[in-house]
């Protein structure tokens, strides 16, 4: 191969890695049974094949949930999932990390059912330090009913990312240096649940759960878990210091190009609420939120 031609493969194969750069390593389908356990109601959750597909049913006397069987600080964290068709007022689907301190920290998926016809409600939330109130809600491009998709979480010591499929929908930076609390020393375990929340998951509780419609069904499969484990002091001084797993590596210290435009796209489109941009409730801009570039 002559320089010219060296040069020319040297450029696309650099182009190639920009082109990828902060995206997530792709996510490993595992059965439910590898990372997770019921964390209540079991008998409400039905395994198909083995468990590649956990089901969790929700009825009058019950909902149900899961949880992971440890707990990580710091990784990549995903599941597919496909929510309650037809009449969901009323219920939440949720998925979630959390610690399990008093002041915990918690970052949060929450599904709010609707009408039928009426569009699914994606909420997310960030607690730090036990202090939450950083709800952002949207819509979604897709009905999430139809199929499955993946939902994902990318946390390192330098931002939360929080993805829909490829898409950030969601970012929150490390701003300890402003005064902002960060997750960074609290391992979490990974949970969901389906319940009914008809006091004030649609329209404010508003519209209530018609259980003529039960069981109502939410489906998961590829239990994706790349965290560090950390239960002892000693593994979490290793997670926050090894600085050799991939998510500490720079191109996933912030978002790149393309991520920041899809995420502009998804607040230009389909936000309706951020609490960043609630001057009533937040007179005063929250600290984080110039930032996340997330306005």
Known sequence: MDMKGGLVVFVLINLSILASC????????????NNYEPSWSSHHIKYLNGGITAELLLDKSSGT??????????????MKMKLVGGDSAGVVTAFYLSSTNAEHDEIDFEFLGNRTGQPYILQTNVFTGGKGDREQRIYLWF????????YSVLWNTFQIVIFVDDVPIRVFKNSKDIGVKFPFNQPMKIYSSLW??????????????????????????SFHIDGCEAVTPQEVQVCNTNGMKWWDQKAFQDLDGPQYRKLQWVRQKFTIYNYCTDRKRYPTLPLECTRDRDL
């Open 22 to 33: 902060g995206a997530p390593r792709k996510a490993i389908d595992v059965p439910f049974w």
């Open 65 to 78: 949930g899961f949880q992971s069987k440890r707990s990580y600080l710091f990784g990549h964290f995903s």
């Open 143 to 150: 009905d999430p009913t139809k199929d499955f998709h993946s």
């Open 196 to 221: 009914n929340a008809d006091d004030w998951a649609t329209r404010g509780g508003l519209e209530k759960t018609d259980w003529s419609g039960a069981p109502f069904t939410a489906s998961y499969t």
